[in-house]
């Protein structure tokens, strides 16, 4: 009988790059300054890495295929390197790789990278890209904003709400995410915004106006996860240890069949439950000391609240509005400004989050500090709601 | 055996520009600015084939037996690729069905139904539908519109009876566009006039009556497609003393080319009586002549509103640069996202093509649940079975909007991109584009409906990639 990932992996080291249009860094700049950072914190050579995986999404703009950006950006000495790509979950999805590794006792120290350098394609927003040879000859044009605009129209017919309402939830959602992002020195988005801005701002696909729009951004984030054990042979008696690792993609039922009516995120609430059960959490409201969640958009970030099972089914814009995910909540919520305002580098995200977790327990984060968590979560939603793979990820303060 | 037409169904385009429009965006080079009435005028997504697909499924009205399909057309689509194939597989026809494109002349149209009316095919449909270039600032701009009529030939007549037709080949060119071409060049309508169309009628009706033994007297209706001006006192010298002209849709959608003389006779068979009789002029380096009696059955197989329906479907729009943008005169920027590449992969549309030009999905043989694409194992996360899906065409099922958005960001050429999720009733889901459908107009719940449309545009290997879409069911 499998018992989980729970308390089997440490993270003994992390790195972020300052996140934003990057414009003279490429790919392998910004991996160096994340792997940099995550060295010295982690007090190991280079050397020691016996595996590494590499997440990259956009590989055309970014990189290229393989894990031979990674090998060559570090100078790795040919130890193994895995490219891996699960859409917006693919820096949760590296880090997977990883601590699978780490777990199996195949290796002792393994690397998890994840890198996106967006700021390359020439225009604003997404670099467009083919559905595959099949879907491209049915499937609308449809851009993040415009996929992810349809759980708007949804939640409101599902909740009765007037998509006026909704709106005005929505707001805060982003509201909230610029003021953390103010004591975020690598966020990508640093300036506050009021309500009236983000209601009175352009559309950009329906009930999607700009600042209802995470920033699109470069950034690399990664991990450095070894066993509990030689955690402590580094020194490292106060150690995050990996406490769930789950993912849950679509296999077409949201895009095919009925039984969804648009308004949430199906594969979240099982990544969720999973992740609840491998973590041992019976009350992850009360038990997790902060959240990083997949904004891409505003009403992601509202729909998952529920998925999440953090709050009741059509409670999240009174939650919301109530300052339930503030900094000064119950449940802190995108602390760093979230992909919001930190920035979304597709690949880097998922380390992106749990960077912010890590610092938090670690009590790092200086004046966005929460108080002392011993638990944090962090959630992808990589795809389209439609059609999506969800993770969920939850890390513990492991204090001897 | 008594041969006619059974069914006759048009389609005419949602938008219908003003001429007012027209010449108040060309007020700095004309005397004075003026324009009657509109012109019917296709979104970014149509062209001569989807309009026929739309009119060729309402005339079929779901009759499945035809035995050919012929499509007459000046502005096919494709040059070399079966531009009535495509037709026959948007209407889930069987692969047996014969295909012939008709094309060439102004004339296809009628050429091609005066020949299955003298055939013996069982039943064939003919669809008719031009969406004609125009230069801008030029006559034909503001007097050519976009349509398309198909009807039913066969061996029933329930609508009416094929009494004879004559005609005469005659190198008279009025206008032409030489292959490669994007317009016509149109010589001066005076010569046309006392030319062309006063010889060629009066000698081709001459010759009918002679030939049918019908007397003049007997026509109740003419359907002759030369502009009101010339046609009022053409038909004075022919002698039909009790046939009116029929309405040539000048103010409400233009001359729609080959598929004009059927159009004009829809309009004719909505109101006709048992006994009339209809003559159809068709012309065009040339002249057709036919004589159509309407049927005892007419008024029973007919609702009557087969061309008003389509009139009042129309929006008046005054927008004279969409209407240069969607009929490709005037290359707006779309920025960077339009230069996404298009190509298609043919190998993937020959083995999916009755998903992509009929809209077939499947219903699993071990649940029932209808879905779209078919697929080796079935979506409903309750069966999830290895089970054979039978064919399901999906064109006509009633279905709502369970979500959408309108997409300023994504490439369009007609702003915003509405798409969402929309339910079939009775099960099965599919993520789809909308067509003609304005800002605000969407929302969940509502009842759409199906349509053939151009799903993107390959400028770069020259190729309209089709699919459906889903648009509003008006009332």
């Not at chain 2, 005892?296 to 479907?313: K, N």
């Not at chain 2, 083995?351 to 077939?360: E, I, P, S, T």
Request: aromatic share 6%.
């Amino acid at each position: 009988m499998a018992s989980g990932i729970r308390d089997k992996v440490a993270i003994v080291g992390m790195g972020c790059s300052r996140f934003g249009e990057r414009w003279n860094m490429g790919a392998d700049d910004l991996m160096v300054e994340a792997f940099t950072e995550a060295m010295a914190d982690a007090g190991v050579e280079r050397d020691r890495i016996e595996a590494a995986w590499l997440g990259v999404f956009y590989q055309e703009q970014s990189t290229s295929k393989s894990g031979l950006p990674l090998s060559m950006a570090l100078r790795l000495p040919n130890v193994p390197v895995t490219r891996v790509e699960n859409l917006c979950a693919t820096g949760t999805e590296a880090l997977r790789g990883a601590v699978y590794a780490v777990a199996s006792g195949a290796v002792d120290i393994a690397l998890a990278m994840g890198v996106e350098k967006l700021k390359d394609t020439g225009f604003g927003g997404l670099p467009e890209r083919a559905k595959g040879t099949f879907e491209d000859q049915w499937q609308p044009g449809f851009t993040p904003p415009g996929a992810f605009a349809q759980l708007g129209a949804a939640y409101a017919a599902r909740h009765g709400l007037s998509i006026d309402e909704l709106r005005r939830a929505m707001a805060h959602v982003s509201v909230k995410s610029h003021a953390n992002a103010l004591d975020n020195p690598k966020a990508h988005l640093r300036t506050p915004i009021t309500s009236e801005q983000v209601l009175g701002a352009p559309m950009v696909a329906f009930p999607l106006g700009v600042y209802d729009c995470c920033g699109v951004s470069d950034g690399a984030a990664c991990a450095i996860v070894t066993t509990p054990e030689i955690a402590a042979s580094l020194g490292k008696r106060d150690h995050v240890s990996v406490k769930a690792l789950q993912l849950a993609p679509s296999n077409g039922a949201e895009m095919g069949h009925a039984s969804w009516d648009g308004s949430y995120t199906p594969t979240t609430r099982l990544a969720a439950s999973r992740a609840y059960r491998e973590a041992g959490l019976t009350d992850p409201a009360s038990q997790l000391g902060l959240i990083e969640v997949h904004d891409c958009f505003s009403v992601t970030e509202l729909v998952v609240m529920e998925d999440l099972g953090l709050s009741a089914p059509g409670r999240a814009p009174a939650d919301i509005l109530n300052g339930r995910y503030d900094r000064d909540g119950a449940i802190p919520c995108q602390t760093d400004g979230g992909l919001k305002c930190f920035g979304h580098p597709v690949g880097a995200s998922g380390l992106r989050m749990a960077y912010e977790i890590y610092t938090q327990l670690l009590g790092r984060a200086g004046a966005r500090q929460v108080g002392a968590p011993s638990l944090g979560l962090s959630h992808n939603l990589g795809g389209i709601p439609n059609r999506n793979v969800a993770s969920v990820a939850i890390f513990g303060l492991n204090q001897f | 055996m008594t041969r006619g037409i059974s069914s006759i169904a048009v389609y005419v385009p949602r938008r219908r520009l003003s001429r007012r429009a027209i010449s108040e965006a060309l007020a700095w080079r004309l005397q004075s600015v003026g324009g009657r009435g509109e012109r019917a005028y296709g979104n970014w997504d149509e062209d001569a084939l989807t309009m026929a697909v739309e009119a060729g499924r309402a005339a079929l009205g779901g009759r499945e037996a035809v035995a050919g399909v012929t499509f007459a057309s000046t502005t096919h689509p494709f040059l070399d690729r079966s531009n009535s194939g495509l037709v026959a597989e948007a209407l889930a026809l069987p692969a047996q069905v014969t295909t012939q494109d008709a094309a060439g002349s102004q004339r296809a149209g009628t050429s091609a139904l005066m020949a299955l009316l003298e055939g013996t095919a069982p039943s064939t449909l003919l669809v008719a539908a031009d969406r004609r270039a125009t230069q801008p600032g030029s006559v034909q701009e503001l007097n050519y519109g976009d349509g398309a009529a198909a009807v039913v030939v066969d061996g029933q007549a329930e609508l009416a009876e094929y009494l004879g037709g004559y005609s005469e080949n005659i190198d008279f060119v009025d206008h032409y566009r030489q292959a490669g071409e994007r317009h016509d060049y149109a010589l001066e309508d005076r010569w046309v006039r006392t030319e062309a169309w006063g010889p060629f009628v009066r000698r081709a009706v001459a010759a009918l009556l002679a030939k049918t033994s019908v007397a003049a007297p007997a026509i109740t209706r003419v359907v002759l497609t030369a502009p009101r001006a010339t046609a009022e006192p053409l038909i004075r010298t022919l002698g039909l003393t009790n046939a009116t002209l029929v309405d040539g849709l000048h103010d409400r959608v233009g001359d729609t080319g080959v598929a004009h003389p059927l159009l004009m006779l829809a309009g004719a068979l909505d109101e006709a009586m048992p006994g009339e009789v209809i003559l159809v002029i068709g012309f065009g380096q040339g002249i057709d002549a036919l004589l159509l009696r309407v049927s005892d059955s007419a008024p029973q197989r007919r609702t009557g509103r087969v061309l008003s329906g389509a009139l009042a479907r129309g929006l008046t729009d005054h927008a004279y640069v969409r209407f240069l943008s969607h009929g490709g005169a005037l290359a707006l920027d779309w920025g960077m996202r339009a230069e996404r590449d298009m190509r298609t992969a043919h190998s993937v549309h020959y083995r999916k093509r009755a998903a992509l030009n009929g809209f077939v999905g499947g219903r699993c043989t071990a649940c029932d649940t209808v879905q779209f694409p078919a697929a080796p194992a079935c979506v409903n996360p309750e069966c999830r079975a290895f089970a054979p899906q039978t064919p399901i065409r999906l064109v006509d099922l009633p279905a709502t909007v369970k979500t959408y958005t309108e997409d300023w960001l994504a490439f369009t050429p007609s702003p915003p991109l509405v798409y969402g999720n929309v339910a079939f009733e009775g099960g099965g889901n599919a993520f789809i584009e909308f067509a003609d459908v304005d800002p605000g107009e969407v929302s969940v719940g509502a009842a759409v409906m199906f349509v053939f449309r151009i799903k993107d545009i390959d400028h770069a290997r020259g190729f309209h990639r089709y699919f459906w879409k889903a648009t509003l069911r008006r009332s």
